[in-house]
């Protein structure tokens, strides 16, 4: 029973951190949306904010547990590389969902981005659990119950 707790109290946490990278998101989105000849322009330049508000928000408040190991400026470095790289998988979902459903299917871009949220964060879920939410020393794959339970005690 404590192997879906840890899954649970991961995915609260990252879920803590993405609902505010998601308010920095949006508002960027919104805020360059009229300035953008397309919308996935507009997502494009949003999420990338959002990214940086994730990263500040998950090193420094939600994940600092997972992330103990990484100190010092060469590991923070490494770090906020597969971070990118986890929050860029959501980047090009997010602004392929809103190309193509808001600038070719013409749906309004806010309901575009209402799709491309949910299929955005579960992206970034995995990637960051496959990328940054390990120790250097674990390969790089989801996570085993036999791990969870020992990650636990």
């Not at 939600?62 to 597969?82: C, D, F, I, Q, Y």
């Amino acid at each position: 029973m404590r192997m879906p707790l840890a899954v649970v109290s991961l995915l609260g946490r990252v879920g803590v951190s993405s609902l505010a990278a998601l308010c920095v998101d949006v508002s960027v989105f919104l805020l360059v949306l009229p300035m953008m000849p397309y919308a996935a322009l507009a997502a494009m330049v949003g999420h990338s904010s959002g990214i940086l508000a994730h990263y500040l928000v998950s090193s420094r408040l939600t994940l600092t547990r997972e992330m103990a190991h990484v100190s010092g400026v060469r590991a923070e470095t490494h770090a906020l590389a597969r971070f990118f790289a986890a929050g860029g998988s959501g980047m090009v979902v997010t602004t392929v969902v809103i190309y193509v459903l808001a600038d070719r299917l013409g749906l309004h871009p806010l309901m575009a981005k209402g799709f491309a949220i949910g299929a955005s964060f579960l992206t970034v879920f995995l990637m960051l659990r496959l990328l940054v939410l390990r120790t250097p020393s674990t390969p790089m794959s989801l996570p085993t119950p036999m791990s969870l339970h020992s990650a636990e005690s």
